[in-house]
C-alpha cells in the first residue's frame, strides 16, 4: 500500500461498507476523473509549450516551481480537498434522485 495515500486509513483497512448501489457511483467517479485527468494533461502540455516557445520559462524554471515553498503548502491543502471531495460520497452518500432520493 502506498504509504503516501491520501485515501484516509479506515477507508484503506476496510472495503466492507462499500455496497452494490455504489459500484456505479464510483464507475461514474472514475471515469469522469479519468476524462478530467486528460483534459488537465492537454492543457498543462498546452501551457508548458507555450511559455517555453516565448521564452518566458526553461524547463530548469518549471522544474524550480515544482520544488517552492508556495507550491508545496497549495499542493498539501489541494491533496486534503481532493481527498474529501472523491471520498465523502462513499462515506456519507448522497440522495439518488434515481433511486427516488434514497443513497
Known amino acids: 500500500m502506498n504509504d503516501e495515500s491520501t485515501v ?15 459500484l456505479g457511483r464510483l464507475m461514474a467517479a472514475i471515469v469522469g476523473l ?15 509549450g507555450a511559455l517555453q516557445a ?13 520544488g517552492s515553498d508556495a507550491f508545496k503548502a497549495w499542493l498539501q491543502a489541494e491533496q486534503k480537498a481532493f481527498a474529501q471531495v472523491l ?10 434522485p434515481v433511486l427516488g432520493g434514497r443513497p
Open 8 to 22: 484516509p486509513v479506515p477507508f484503506r483497512e476496510d472495503l466492507s461498507y462499500l455496497q452494490p448501489q455504489d
Open 34 to 48: 479519468g476524462g478530467e485527468i486528460f483534459l488537465l494533461k492537454a492543457e498543462v502540455q498546452r501551457l508548458r
Open 54 to 66: 516565448c521564452g518566458a520559462m526553461s524547463q530548469a524554471d518549471l522544474e524550480a516551481a515544482g
Open 87 to 96: 471520498l465523502d460520497p462513499i462515506a456519507s452518500p448522497q440522495p439518488d
